[in-house]
């Protein structure tokens, strides 16, 4: 799987390539660019803002800023760098912004769902272990809402998809000391809800995903007939970032870290096909400077 957070990874055409391809109006290296990426800026989304609905229009709404200020594009730095910061400053600055809540007051609202068997499976349209699952990765994503955005994106990037401290500054535009202070804050925050809260990193505490995910199912945080998140999947993230997994397993603090990268890598939506359309007509071919 194509991955532009490691530069280990050898393209047969470099990012830089479609780039100019698709300057000199080459429509497949557009969308070539489109099917490299759609998939990480999706992910990246739908761990900001948790609904996996809302992170397909803010990955389109990436996509298309991609592709108006693509003309733009100089080579003054790696595309990767380029695109990313267009990521990081839209998912930043939403209009809309779910919900966050503090961690003492999540903590609350998983206390007030009663433990309660898991359903008949005559009574409901997936496997029991399917919907657990479905409510573990759907509470630990709940949990990154108590960070705020900058220490959420910080996560997700430094710990979850295992990007270094350079080129993590380099997105977010911090120095690396900075990044790693936030990533050390985001992470010490995160581990000491879930290792008072969360039976996941701590056996001592009553919080378990399967005594709960009935009562999910009850108050709508799980659906059986439409699966958020252990639907479509690319790839386990430890699979695609295994760079720092051995590191997170020194580190009896980092369990929680090791928790969100067995997450799915969810497959995005075909935005190629979504966006064909607009690309084709004239106004949009001038602002892509196809037809200079």
């Known amino acids: ?36 990426h759609q998939a990480w800026i999706f992910n990246i ?4 803002v948790h609904k996996p609905q809302e992170a397909e229009d803010i990955t389109q709404e990436v996509l298309l800023k991609m592709l108006t200020k693509l003309g733009t594009f100089q080579g003054k730095s790696s595309f990767r760098t380029w695109l990313y910061r267009i990521v990081v400053n839209h998912v930043l600055n939403l209009q809309h912004r779910p919900k966050e ?29 399917v919907l657990v699952e479905e409510a573990k990765v759907g509470c630990t994503l709940g949990m990154l809402l108590c960070l705020d955005p900058r220490q959420r994106l910080v996560f997700i990037l430094g710990e979850v998809f295992g990007v270094s401290s350079e080129l993590g500054a380099e ?3 911090l120095s690396p000391s900075n990044f790693r202070q936030v990533l050390s804050r985001a992470r010490r925050d995160l581990y000491n809800y879930m290792h008072e809260r969360c039976g996941l990193i701590n056996q001592a505490n009553p919080c378990r995903c399967a005594r709960k995910t009935r009562s999910f199912i009850e108050r709508g945080y799980v659906d059986p007939q439409r699966r958020c ?46 966006l064909r359309h607009l690309i084709t007509t004239p106004a949009f071919r001038q602002i892509l400077l196809l037809d200079a």
């Open 45 to 48: 989304a739908v761990r900001m």
């Open 1 to 36: 799987m194509y991955n532009p957070f490691q530069e280990t990874i050898i393209a047969d055409v470099t990012d830089e390539d479609l780039v100019l391809q698709a300057q000199h109006g080459d429509w497949d290296a557009l969308e070539q660019l489109i099917g490299r």
């Open 229 to 274: 998140f252990t639907q479509e999947r690319l790839a386990q993230i430890a699979e695609i970032a295994e760079d720092r997994t051995q590191e997170l397993h020194h580190h009896l603090e980092q369990q929680h870290a090791t928790i969100y990268r067995e997450h799915p890598f969810l497959a995005a939506p075909d935005f190629s096909a979504r």
């Open 101 to 129: 809540l503090t961690f003492s007051e999540l903590g609350t609202l998983i206390e007030q769902v009663p433990d309660q068997a898991l359903p008949d499976p005559s009574d409901v349209s997936l496997p029991p272990s």
């Open 171 to 173: 997105l977010m535009e």
